[in-house]
Nanobody, 131 residues
Framework: QVQLVESGGGLVQAGGSLRLSCAASERTFSTYSMGWFRQVPGQEREFVTAIHWSGSSTVHADSVKGRFTISRGNAKNTVYLQMDNLKPEDTAVYYC????????????????????????WGQGTQVTVSS
């Protein structure tokens, strides 16, 4: 059982930045592809960004391209989400997720944006952007 713990959420003004972290409990973290999703109450969970287990490829939702950056620190079993130029519409609960399948990049890139592709989820962290 993989445990994921997010941190770093909070309240920020529009145009500001936040950095979310997601720490995994397993040493085999380096073989997991990781994703970030977000959800607003009453709406479906939305894909934000993901990184392949190799660290060599990332995918982003169009709404965050150029503003959000995903990275991973395998030595710390942690994935990061750097969020810059935040907008009020970025307000949501942010979840990290782990795909333990060690997929090839081509296969992973086709399914990374679907929440059903992930095996484990964190509890979420609230991000609120004020206008």
């Amino acid at each position: 059982q993989v445990q994921l713990v997010e941190s770093g959420g909070g309240l920020v003004q529009a145009g500001g930045s936040l950095r979310l972290s997601c720490a995994a409990s397993e040493r085999t973290f380096s073989t997991y592809s990781m994703g970030w999703f977000r959800q607003v109450p009453g709406q479906e969970r939305e894909f934000v960004t993901a990184i392949h287990w190799s660290g060599s490829s990332t995918v982003h939702a169009d709404s965050v391209k150029g503003r959000f950056t995903i990275s991973r620190g395998n030595a710390k079993n942690t994935v990061y989400l750097q969020m810059d130029n935040l907008k009020p519409e970025d307000t949501a609960v942010y979840y990290c997720a782990a795909d333990v399948g060690s997929l090839t990049r081509s296969t992973w890139s086709r399914q990374a944006q679907y929440w059903a592709s992930y095996d484990y989820w964190g509890q979420g962290t609230q991000v609120t952007v004020s206008s």
